[in-house]
């Protein structure tokens, strides 16, 4: 019955964010030992950070707080107590030593000059007993921001299960993660528990922490309610926060892109900032700001911070189904770390920017790679940059019509063209073709720029002429928008070399051809002499007198004319037809073996 009332009682108080400061409302010291706790405030008042802290002792009647320390350096002589300020923390921390009986009572810690002011109500108690009541460890945290929660149960729970549960209104307690990795889907992508080194010991993290996380948790090593070791946790969430609210969830189809923005305070100097991609018990870093990236994730994958308004950018491409689930920005320094969540979603959609994935050129030789783009970016900043251990650096880019013009989509192919007269091996690399609007990252599209002499094609059998050096086939777009490329193999023998086999078939394909021509001589001969020579006048033909009826001579002064085009007198007419087909063969085949055999 105790728990179920103490569980509804903290859901009652903390069902709503919190305001102003948060400490703990009971706290138990024995006599002759020491009490030390945390009050947190918000730093949305920047008053909070600068202005006086206090500690105060409640007179009898409740009508005034006396001062027991403060940080404008006032000690109150009946007690032995402190106060230090910690504003790049959010909190100050009081301490009481050499307790007394007669030191409980109500208390209050509290900024600026009056206890009407910013203020929490504190009960201390002091017992000679040699056991303490433990009480609810008091956890605080910004809304949208984070907070951490550690348990240490001993070596005796080091491999049994741990987990983190909220109590409910009912009195149950709510898995919300635990070692054998089943998470709330509530909590998905935003908590996570590791292990540290000391033996039974664990810390959950919770981030982007919102309105309704606020309560009683405990965190605990084996089965809430029936055996193991526990630990109350009250975690409070300030509803004043400095964190903006950012969109955490991306859709990007297959094979597309993503630009993820993610904000933090410029005035913190983060020794550390990284891209991960979350999982139950941790989490993998993809990408830092140091120049590290996974091994799976080069030439996909950039960082680009901008300190001056406190933004990191995470451009990724060539995405899979693979690449869907949650993935944490996180920024660390010496006094706190900053992570927030972003979920990415694939669809089936297909990409704006479309390009070649893999364009193979030789030394020496020009590039051209075009980067189509669809109508809706006409407005749109256009760039290549040159990925380079995790950054991307710009190559050339477009700028935007600053006059608000619009421009009206044509249905012709669009296309943004990265060219190079002449390619090298430190070109070699992975190339991204992106646009931008307003300072802002759009899609990107990644093109892999391969550099070797393998590329290198061999020149085409000469029909008529030897080549003088290596040809490059061009490349061309289909109608799907990918470029394609035809390579030779690498492995085919130069053209000086294939001469001496080419010679023999040409001579042999020469010789079907003279053998065909001379059957045919023979035929028409033969025919020749079968036919009845007719003189019309001075002219003299070889067709028959049958042939005269033919209609296809009819109605001609000169039936032997072909087209209009006579027989000069005198002259034999079996050479009429020029560059007939079997003299057009006769003279390639010559031309060509005598330029194989030169």
Known sequence: MSIFCAAVLLTVIH???????VAPKQLTGLVDGAIKFKCHYSIATIANKYDRKFWCRFSANERECNTVVSTTGYLNRKYNASIIDSPENNFFEVAMHGLKIEDAGKYSCGIGTSARGLTATVNVAVTDDSVVPVEAELVFGQLRGQASIVCTFGSQHATGRKYLCKIDRVGGCRNIIDSLWEVDPAYMGRVMLSYLEAPGSVKVE????ERGDSGHYVCGAGKYGEFGETRDVDLRISQETTIPQVRNSLTAPEGGSIAAECHYDPRVK??????????DHGCRQLITS??????????????IDNPSNGTMTILMNQLTDDDGGWYWCAFASEESDQRFTVQVHITREQPGLSSSSIVSVAPGDPVSIPCLYPCKYNPHQKFWCKWNSGSCDPVTCTTEDQRGLSVSCDKGTREFLLSMPS????????YWCGVKKAGR???TVAVHLKVSEEARPNAAPPPLEKSDGPEEDDSSIGGSGRIHRIDTPSDASPPDSKSS????????????????????LLIRLKAKRNSDLVSVGSFRTNISLSELDNPRYAGKENPTAVDAQETEIGQDQKNTKKGSKEDLAYMSCLIYSDNSST
């Open 15 to 21: 069902g709503a964010a919190t305001r102003g400061i």
């Open 206 to 209: 919770l981030i982007n922490l």
């Open 270 to 279: 983060y020794s550390l900032k990284y891209w991960c991609k979350w999982r």
């Open 290 to 303: 140091e120049g590290f990236v996974q091994e799976d994730m080069e030439g996909r994958l950039a960082l």
């Open 423 to 430: 390619a090298s091996l430190h070109d070699e690399g992975w």
């Open 441 to 443: 990252y759009g899609e």
């Open 501 to 520: 086999h080419v010679l023999p078939i040409v001579l042999s394909l020469c010789a079907v051809v003279l053998l065909a021509g001379a059957t045919y």
